[in-house]
């Protein structure tokens, strides 16, 4: 099985510019997780997201957007960028119940 | 305000040395995750746990409910070892919350 992948790999942005992240999930796998690694804060749960519909959320504003395809597929989607949003943001899948799988992810810059 | 605490932050060991890493929550969970994480980002899942131990070939992770208290272990280290191990807890409906990540350099 392939694994999770996730486009782009790397992105730079200026501020207040908005950007579109993907995320495509090990077949047969209906969860997508969203995080954010920073070196201040760490790995942060961003949101989760269950046969299309966003099953929970972190405490990250409103900027910070998702929603998932019926292939299971991932988008999340940053509005008016802030310096403080460079990160590397990672996706992960799972079916019910298992580990996370976790892609590569994208590493964000923003200028 | 982190619900996840794990300790040693950092760790250099030398090869062969056995390893202890460890993780402390405060409230009730469904289930913990230990990962590792190498240079350049890539996570990959090793334990998911919810009562008692797992071993995978040379790693054990242990977790005692009572005390909110796990555990990850490595016998005989090795300098591949050497990567970041991040807690993670999760609660229900898959929200997670983690660890500061423990710093492993295994010399040879």
């Known amino acids: 099985k392939a694994g999770v992948t996730q486009t782009p790999r790397y992105l730079i942005k200026t501020r207040g510019q908005q950007v579109t992240l993907s995320c495509s999930p090990i077949?047969?796998?209906?969860?997508v997780s969203w995080y954010q690694q920073t070196p201040g804060q760490g790995l942060q749960f961003l949101f989760e997201y269950f046969s299309e519909t966003q099953r929970n959320k972190g405490n990250f504003p409103g900027r910070f957007s998702g929603r998932q395809f019926s292939n299971s597929r991932s988008e999340m989607n940053v509005s008016t960028l802030e310096l403080g949003d460079s990160a590397l943001y990672l996706c992960?899948?799972?079916?019910?119940?298992?580990?996370?799988?976790f892609g590569p992810g994208t590493r964000l810059t923003v200028t | 305000k982190n619900e996840v605490e794990q300790s040693p932050q950092n760790l250099t060991a030398q090869e062969g040395e056995f390893i202890t890493i460890n993780c402390s929550y405060s409230?009730?969970?469904?289930?913990l995750h230990w990962l590792q994480q190498h240079p350049g980002g890539g996570i990959v899942s090793l334990f998911m746990?919810?009562?008692g131990k797992k071993k995978h070939g040379r790693l054990i992770a242990t977790i005692n409910i009572q005390e909110k208290h796990s555990s990850l272990h490595i016998t005989a280290s090795h300098p591949r070892d050497s990567a970041v191990y991040i807690c993670?807890?999760?609660?229900?409906?898959?929200?997670?919350?983690f660890g500061s990540g423990t710093k492993l350099n295994v010399k040879p």
């Open positions: 077949s047969g796998h209906r969860s």
């Open positions: 992960a899948s799972r079916s019910t119940g298992a580990e996370q799988y």
């Open positions: 746990l919810s009562s």
């Open positions: 409230v009730g969970i469904s289930a």
């Open positions: 993670a807890v999760q609660y229900n409906f898959n929200k997670f919350y």
